[in-house]
């Protein structure tokens, strides 16, 4: 099957209506382009972003349905709780910001190769720019697992997550919702249902709906002390 896509133009960082993305493959909008951070935050403030194997061109999505967490609704599992409390992780935002993207690339398979080198360079680059941020996992004083994304006023554009250890990712997202919430955060984009996220409690919504809540909640501040680099949690559950 042939695919025709519009190709971004290199001098300008103007992108398609995300309504005019593909149905198959879901959200295929465009190609081409590059990673400056100018174009990046061009993409995510339009509820759009890149995704691509090794070897292929910039892909640029914007899938129907999207995948979200509403923050104050996330409820962690009686199990994890537990297994939480008598851990000893200790967790963390903005403390590893560019190893957790490092990690996030060299611990996927073999066949999810979309982060790489110069991804990580892309997103490490938004980190020192104060757009990109990470919560990070630690088991004495070893980073264990993590995440990171792109802050949009309220709203948290999640990019990925890993975890070298049982239940780290979860543990990192679990005390982000409740950081978040507690700086007015009002929305953590998670972009794709998969079974991990679906098991935390993702849920789907339009990409109309998706774009509204974006176009309102971008322009909404958290609070100034979200993103300080700072403890979470020092291992013991509330």
């Given at each position: 099957m042939?695919i025709y896509l519009?190709e971004?133009?290199?001098?300008?960082?103007?992108?398609?209506e995300?309504?005019?993305a593909l149905?198959d493959p879901?959200?295929l909008?465009?190609?081409?382009g590059d990673?400056?951070p100018?174009r990046l935050?061009?993409?995510?403030n339009?509820?759009?972003?890149?995704?691509?194997?090794?070897?292929?061109?910039?892909?640029?999505?914007s899938?129907?349905p999207?995948?979200?967490?509403i923050?104050?609704?996330?409820r962690p599992?009686?199990?994890?709780k537990?297994?939480?409390r008598?851990?000893?992780?200790?967790v963390?935002?903005?403390r590893?910001?560019?190893?957790?993207?490092?990690l996030?690339?060299?611990?996927?398979p073999?066949?999810?190769?979309?982060l790489?080198?110069s991804?990580?360079r892309?997103?490490?680059?938004l980190a020192?720019?104060g757009?990109?941020h990470?919560v990070e996992?630690?088991?004495?004083?070893?980073?264990?697992?993590g995440?990171?994304?792109?802050?949009m006023g309220?709203v948290?554009c999640?990019?990925?997550?890993f975890?070298?250890?049982t239940?780290?990712s979860?543990?990192?997202?679990?005390k982000?919702?409740?950081?978040?919430h507690?700086?007015?955060g009002?929305l953590i984009?998670c972009?794709?249902l998969?079974?991990?996220t679906?098991s935390?409690?993702?849920?789907e919504?339009?990409?109309?709906?998706?774009?509204?809540?974006?176009d309102?909640l971008?322009?909404?501040?958290?609070?100034q002390?979200?993103?300080?680099?700072?403890?979470?949690t020092?291992?013991?559950?509330?």
């Amino acid at each position: 099957m042939t695919i025709y896509l519009p190709e971004l133009n290199p001098y300008d960082l103007q992108f398609p209506e995300p309504s005019e993305a593909l149905e198959d493959p879901n959200g295929l909008l465009a190609m081409g382009g590059d990673l400056s951070p100018e174009r990046l935050l061009a993409a995510y403030n339009n509820g759009i972003f890149p995704w691509f194997s090794l070897g292929d061109p910039i892909l640029w999505w914007s899938p129907s349905p999207r995948a979200i967490f509403i923050p104050n609704q996330f409820r962690p599992a009686k199990s994890l709780k537990k297994f939480f409390r008598k851990s000893g992780y200790r967790v963390s935002i903005n403390r590893a910001t560019a190893d957790v993207i490092r990690l996030c690339g060299e611990l996927r398979p073999d066949e999810e190769t979309w982060l790489d080198e110069s991804m990580q360079r892309a997103y490490t680059q938004l980190a020192t720019l104060g757009f990109c941020h990470s919560v990070e996992v630690w088991e004495n004083e070893v980073l264990i697992g993590g995440l990171y994304g792109i802050q949009m006023g309220q709203v948290f554009c999640g990019e990925s997550m890993f975890s070298k250890k049982t239940n780290a990712s979860k543990i990192a997202l679990w005390k982000f919702c409740e950081h978040f919430h507690q700086h007015d955060g009002k929305l953590i984009d998670c972009q794709i249902l998969n079974p991990h996220t679906e098991s935390l409690g993702a849920i789907e919504i339009t990409r109309p709906e998706y774009l509204k809540l974006l176009d309102h909640l971008k322009t909404q501040n958290v609070s100034q002390a979200c993103y300080q680099p700072q403890w979470l949690t020092e291992g013991r559950d509330k």
